[in-house]
């Protein structure tokens, strides 16, 4: 178990003593303070303090205000306010939709009505034709890679 220091525990314990006077503590916590007061003097001296101070404001007698105390409601949102968030959500919808309008539209799992035939013709055989530079790169590389007659990662035989 691990020790702590007595600056830890005193903190603790003080704010468990500033607590105790409103009945904030539960049980546990009541006897862990109940029993470092009785080992630390200086928290106790502090704990009869807070409850000394608590007893006497709740025994003074209630003094009538000089002026009276109110509370500031929250004021409503100007319209020009209102107009501003309006625009600026505006403003992120029609951006959301560029954004979505200009992005393509995959073709797996939709049907023949949303393909448009001379886009996706157009949109295959640039795929095809990408597909098959790859394929000749690959080749290209491999053979080089014989030729010069090197190896795999780890020294392994190609």
């Known amino acids: 178990m691990t020790r702590f220091r007595q600056g830890v525990l005193c903190e603790r314990a003080r704010s468990w003593a500033a607590l105790a006077p409103d009945d ?10 109940g029993a470092h ?48 968030a309006v625009s600026a959500a505006a403003a992120v919808a029609a951006m959301a939709l560029g954004i979505a309008a200009r992005a393509p539209l995959p073709s797996e799992g939709r049907g023949e009505a949303f393909r448009l035939p001379g886009v996706v013709a157009g949109a295959m055989d640039e795929r ?15 053979g080089a890679a014989r030729a010069v007659g090197s190896r795999h990662f780890g ?3 190609a």
């Open 37 to 84: 007061l009785t080992r630390c003097p200086g928290c106790s001296r502090f704990a009869e303090q807070v409850a000394a101070v608590s007893k006497a404001l709740r025994n003074a007698p209630m003094e009538p205000l000089t002026y009276p105390v109110s509370v500031p409601s929250w004021r409503r949102r100007s319209a020009f306010a209102r107009i501003q």
């Open 24 to 33: 904030e503590l539960s049980e546990l916590e009541h006897r862990l303070l």
């Open 128 to 142: 095809r034709e990408m597909d098959q530079l790859r394929e000749l790169r690959r080749d290209l590389l491999v």
């Open 155 to 157: 020294d392994q035989p």
